[in-house]
């Protein structure tokens, strides 16, 4: 699935395990009560990609691009898959940055 165009699809229930989504375009992308396992992410575009109830474990997102990406900053279990995910070389949007920094000093408290 390498390159595959996924652009404002919706994932609802759906687990994904040891699958290759690399270079992916996956804009707008909306994952509902979705769990991701063993995925390759990296140089993936997911700006504006709705991830508010999507779960992640060994998940690579390195060079993806999640700018503006939503995820609920009331809950923090994506806050907390993100941060614990490979984001080097990722581009992020000065927000989720800043809210992962915070999560990884355990100043959990957020806006």
Do not use: C, H
């Not at 503006?68 to 907390?80: A, F």
């Not at 992020?92 to 915070?102: C, F, G, H, N």
């Amino acid at each position: 699935m390498n390159k595959a165009k996924l652009r404002s699809a919706e994932l609802s229930g759906v687990k994904l395990t040891d699958v290759d989504l690399s270079f992916a375009d996956m804009r707008n992308f909306k994952a509902i009560i979705t769990f991701m396992q063993n995925v390759n992410l990296s140089g993936a575009d997911l700006r504006g990609a709705n991830l508010t109830s999507l779960g992640l474990l060994a998940v690579d997102f390195k060079g993806a691009n999640l700018e503006g990406i939503k995820y609920d900053k009331n809950d923090k279990t994506t806050l907390m898959m993100l941060a614990n995910s490979n984001l080097m070389e990722a581009k992020i949007s000065p927000d989720l940055q800043r809210d992962i920094e915070k999560f990884r000093s355990g100043k959990n408290s957020l806006p």
